[in-house]
């Protein structure tokens, strides 16, 4: 992808690099980076157990009443529903992929909701396709509305990258709308599938969702890589 350009660019320029994982430390052990090479855990998780907390707690709840989520009910928000974006050009840019996924969503027996990025709405729209009642579409919600909804659904079907990590964060099986990942660690552990955008893989996968499952391991640490991160730098400075 892309990004990843740039991230190998940065590893070379940087004179600290904080890892997050065990494969992290490899790539760049590849790359013949071997020095300042710190496996601290994910900064992700620290943020995403923060602002859980704060979603738990009784105060946040006074709040949340509030943020009503672009009108969604709450009888839908707490009942069995699994949580979709589409939003990489690789998928709402083609056609034939793009109505493959809509066409997997519509055959889920199962309440989707889809904050629906503007590009992939047009797209759709272009297309001349159509979501069925069972497909809750909804505008880009912020990030506790999103995290709101991640905590409180049975299932991810995502093309994001970040999303897949806050799947395995939270213990939800993810379905990965993409041919490959950045975070191959989600795929070998079980809990986070390939499928692209095939859509009778989409569906096969769903239908899987309820086989057992691996004990989640804590590939990303334990929610602690700020600190680690300061104490490494305090120790230096």
Not at 15 to 33: A, K, M, Y
Not at 59 to 72: C, F, V, W, Y
Request: net charge negative; hydrophobic share 35%; with cysteine.
């Amino acid at each position: 992808m892309p990004e990843e350009q740039n991230r190998i660019l940065t590893d070379h320029l940087s004179e600290w690099l904080f890892c997050p994982t065990e494969v992290s430390i490899r790539n760049l052990n590849n790359e013949g980076i071997t020095q300042n090479t710190h496996l601290v855990g994910d900064i992700m998780l620290d943020t995403s157990l923060f602002y859980r907390q704060i979603l738990k707690d009784d105060e946040a709840k006074k709040i949340s009443q509030h943020r009503n989520i672009k009108g969604l009910s709450s009888d839908l928000i707490h009942s069995n529903f699994a949580l979709a974006t589409v939003h990489r050009a690789g998928n709402t840019n083609d056609s034939t992929k793009l109505s493959s996924i809509v066409n997997a969503f519509n055959k889920l027996k199962t309440n989707i909701i889809l904050p629906l990025h503007p590009r992939t709405r047009k797209y759709i729209d272009a297309s001349g396709l159509s979501l069925n009642s069972n497909v809750f579409v909804i505008d880009p919600i912020g990030y506790l509305e999103m995290l709101e909804l991640e905590m409180n659904c049975n299932c991810i079907l995502i093309d994001s990258g970040g999303v897949q990590k806050e799947a395995y964060f939270m213990q939800k099986p993810c379905i990965t709308l993409r041919e490959q990942t950045e975070w191959v660690e989600t795929v070998e552990s079980g809990w986070n599938i390939l499928v692209g955008s095939d859509q009778e893989k989409i569906i096969k996968a769903y239908s899987r969702l309820n086989s057992e499952k691996n004990e989640i391991p804590l590939l990303f640490g334990n929610g602690n890589a700020g600190s680690k991160i300061l104490s490494i730098l305090s120790d230096y400075f």
